[in-house]
């Protein structure tokens, strides 16, 4: 069982940045793959990015390549989605979960509740 807990989210203005941490925590976490996923009103859920605790392997869509960084604390149990350059657009609930690998054709099954970020224009 693994659970999960983001925060971080807010209000920041176009151009600003956001740092997201999600804070883990189960047995035997090293065997996960974390991703970080997004859910704008009336749109499908959408993969951003992902990274494995172990080798530090990361995988971008191609929506956030640039903007947004991934990365971990494997000491703290902790992955961070680093978000710059925001543009309204990228106004959505953001979420961190665990799964038998770190793309978006990986099985997540441990979920976070979610963080809301908003984009002012």
């Known amino acids: 069982q693994v659970a999960l807990v983001e925060s971080g989210g807010g209000l920041v203005q176009a151009g600003g940045s956001l740092r997201l941490s999600c804070a883990a925590s189960?047995?035997?976490?090293?065997?996960?793959?974390m991703g970080w996923f997004r859910q704008a009103p009336g749109k499908e859920r959408e993969f951003l990015t992902g990274i494995s605790w172990s080798g530090g392997w990361t995988y971008y869509a191609d929506s956030v390549k640039g903007r947004f960084t991934i990365s971990t604390d494997n000491a703290k149990n902790t992955v961070y989605l680093q978000l710059n350059s925001l543009k309204p657009e990228d106004t959505a609930v953001y979420y961190c979960?665990?799964?038998?690998?770190?793309?978006?054709?990986?099985?997540?099954?441990?979920w976070g509740q979610g963080t809301q970020v908003t984009v002012s224009s």
């Open positions: 189960g047995r035997f976490l090293n065997r996960y793959g």
């Open positions: 979960a665990a799964g038998n690998g770190y793309t978006p054709y990986s099985s997540y099954t441990y």
